[in-house]
């Protein structure tokens, strides 16, 4: 059995953060890698991974140091959705195929589970459906009692869903030959040609079967479902002190902490689980650190600094900040003073304008998005859900409250009135006051 790995797409909600999900990294390794993982831990070895121009060179880099599996390449040269990626890949999908979305987060147990169920089925084709308790915006699974397919219903509006059951993209084909020739002969204008061919293959009397599936489903369509899945990976690792770390005898380190490699932990720094700190980092003096919070490699979260539930990139310099509920990418540096606030005044769920609609993130205490390469001046104030684009500067004391393009500059231009100074001071008051004090 192979597994398809679906790497060409785009993330289009995804701004500020431009890279591609699945190179995200968790626990100091990229989500790609950790799915690799999870697959292999349910016996698989042999990967098609299907990328698009700008990532291959990555994907083949970040499998090349995996031990153990045999992965082939295909090209998806425009991303134009799952039927076009299997399309660019029809080479090699012969046999029995596991589809799978990298972006999604899931337990292990949702590949042992598929391929458990499709050995026991003669059904053409597995799928997994997550049972939801609130709408979710994705496709819906409408069944008969048998639990088989009877047809998909893609971002049904609320209150319209055929069913409490949503997709979810590890897809068990039997015969992939079948599925492509199905796929060729869809005519849609959306971007639903592979859910449309599953509709096909239903109508032409393939069964497919909907496997009920409990565990952890971490989707990240937005930036901020990166803290969910951060939780997922800080709830599931083993506390962890590597031997080249140092930590000072006057620092705390309390509950689940991983701290990787030369990160160094100075006196009076305070880190409360669960929390992940990167390889070469150092957490200065009188630094909190707390709450699910995950710090990448080569970052210095400097004096009197304190992160909160927040994902912080690789090669981050803090200073006295406050950063709270918030995704920062790499390589970004705050000025002393700067705070990226994460609850609004009303106590309100946070929203975010997302093409033109506000989207309510689902949290009340949501900070800042911040992009790669930015730069935040002294005592600058980011406001809850704001979002900074890629290679932008928030100048000194900026009261951020709009969303900021990428590679712009926002600065505070304050009028400064010089006039002679005239005033004298009487030093009788101060050797007066001086002496009160002596006693």
Same mark, same amino acid.
């Given at each position: 059995?192979?597994?398809?790995?679906?790497?060409?797409?785009?993330?289009?909600?995804?701004?500020?953060?431009? %890279?591609?999900?699945?190179?995200?990294?968790?626990?100091?390794?990229?989500?790609?890698?950790?799915?690799? #993982?999870?697959?292999? %831990?349910?016996?698989?070895?042999?990967?098609?991974?299907?990328?698009?121009?700008?990532?291959?060179?990555?994907?083949?880099?970040?499998?090349?140091?995996?031990?153990?599996?045999?992965?082939?390449?295909?090209? #998806?040269?425009?991303?134009?959705?799952?039927?076009?990626?299997?399309?660019?890949?029809?080479?090699?999908?012969?046999?029995?195929?596991?589809?799978?979305?990298?972006?999604?987060?899931?337990?292990?147990?949702?590949?042992?589970?598929?391929?458990?169920?499709?050995?026991?089925?003669?059904?053409?084709?597995?799928?997994?459906?997550?049972?939801?308790?609130?709408?979710?915006?994705?496709?819906?699974?409408?069944?008969?009692?048998?639990?088989?397919?009877?047809?998909?219903?893609?971002?049904?509006?609320?209150?319209?869903?055929?069913?409490? +059951?949503?997709?979810?993209?590890?897809?068990?084909?039997?015969?992939?030959?079948?599925?492509?020739?199905?796929?060729?002969?869809?005519?849609?204008?959306?971007?639903?040609?592979?859910?449309?061919?599953?509709?096909?293959?239903?109508?032409?009397?393939?069964?497919?079967?909907?496997?009920?599936?409990?565990?952890?489903?971490?989707?990240?369509?937005?930036?901020?479902?990166?803290?969910?899945?951060?939780?997922?990976?800080?709830?599931?690792?083993?506390?962890?002190?590597?031997?080249?770390? *140092?930590?000072?005898?006057?620092?705390?380190?309390?509950?689940?902490?991983?701290?990787?490699?030369?990160?160094?932990?100075?006196?009076?720094?305070?880190?409360?689980?669960?929390?992940?700190?990167?390889?070469?980092?150092?957490?200065?003096?009188?630094?909190?650190?707390?709450?699910?919070?995950?710090?990448?490699?080569?970052?210095?979260?400097?004096?009197?600094?304190?992160?909160?539930?927040?994902?912080?990139?690789?090669?981050?310099?803090?200073?006295?900040?406050?950063?709270?509920?918030?995704?920062?990418?790499?390589?970004?540096?705050?000025?002393?003073?700067?705070?990226?606030?994460?609850?609004? +005044?009303?106590?309100?769920?946070? #929203?975010?304008?997302?093409?033109?609609?506000?989207?309510?993130?689902?949290?009340?205490?949501?900070?800042?998005?911040?992009?790669?390469?930015? /730069?935040?001046?002294?005592?600058?104030? +980011?406001?809850?859900?704001? /979002?900074?684009?890629?290679?932008?500067?928030?100048?000194?004391?900026?009261?951020?409250?709009?969303? +900021?393009?990428?590679?712009?500059?926002?600065?505070?231009?304050? *009028?400064?009135?010089?006039?002679?100074?005239?005033? /004298?001071?009487?030093?009788?008051?101060?050797?007066?006051?001086?002496?009160?004090?002596?006693?």
């Amino acid at each position: 059995m192979k597994a398809v790995l679906l790497c060409g797409g785009r993330g289009k909600r995804m701004f500020p953060i431009t %890279e591609d999900k699945f190179l995200l990294h968790f626990l100091g390794k990229t989500l790609l890698e950790h799915q690799i #993982q999870m697959a292999c %831990e349910a016996g698989l070895s042999h990967f098609v991974v299907i990328g698009n121009p700008e990532n291959t060179a990555k994907i083949k880099q970040i499998t090349r140091r995996i031990p153990g599996i045999e992965v082939e390449f295909a090209l #998806q040269k425009k991303a134009l959705g799952i039927a076009a990626a299997l399309q660019s890949a029809e080479p090699f999908l012969r046999g029995q195929l596991l589809v799978i979305n990298p972006n999604d987060v899931f337990s292990s147990s949702a590949y042992t589970k598929i391929i458990a169920a499709a050995k026991k089925t003669s059904a053409s084709s597995s799928i997994l459906g997550y049972q939801v308790q609130e709408y979710f915006p994705g496709g819906y699974l409408r069944v008969n009692p048998r639990n088989e397919l009877l047809h998909i219903v893609e971002k049904p509006a609320p209150g319209k869903e055929p069913s409490d +059951l949503v997709n979810i993209l590890i897809h068990y084909h039997n015969d992939p030959k079948e599925l492509l020739h199905h796929i060729e002969t869809v005519r849609t204008t959306k971007d639903d040609v592979y859910e449309c061919a599953l509709d096909k293959m239903v109508r032409a009397g393939h069964k497919i079967k909907v496997i009920p599936y409990k565990g952890f489903w971490g989707p990240i369509k937005y930036p901020w479902h990166i803290l969910k899945v951060m939780e997922y990976f800080l709830d599931n690792a083993q506390p962890y002190v590597a031997p080249s770390a *140092r930590i000072s005898k006057k620092a705390s380190v309390e509950g689940k902490v991983v701290l990787d490699d030369n990160v160094r932990v100075l006196e009076n720094a305070v880190i409360r689980g669960p929390a992940y700190i990167g390889a070469n980092s150092i957490i200065g003096n009188n630094a909190l650190v707390r709450d699910y919070s995950h710090i990448g490699s080569n970052s210095v979260i400097g004096y009197s600094t304190e992160v909160k539930h927040s994902y912080i990139g690789n090669n981050c310099w803090f200073h006295s900040n406050y950063v709270g509920d918030s995704i920062v990418d790499d390589d970004c540096s705050f000025g002393a003073g700067a705070v990226l606030a994460n609850f609004r +005044l009303d106590e309100e769920n946070i #929203q975010v304008e997302v093409s033109n609609s506000l989207v309510d993130t689902g949290y009340d205490k949501l900070g800042a998005i911040v992009g790669r390469g930015c /730069r935040i001046g002294v005592n600058a104030s +980011l406001m809850p859900g704001v /979002r900074v684009g890629p290679d932008s500067f928030v100048g000194p004391q900026v009261w951020l409250r709009d969303d +900021l393009a990428a590679n712009k500059m926002i600065l505070l231009e304050p *009028r400064y009135q010089v006039t002679h100074n005239e005033t /004298r001071l009487d030093e009788g008051k101060r050797r007066e006051l001086l002496n009160k004090f002596r006693g």
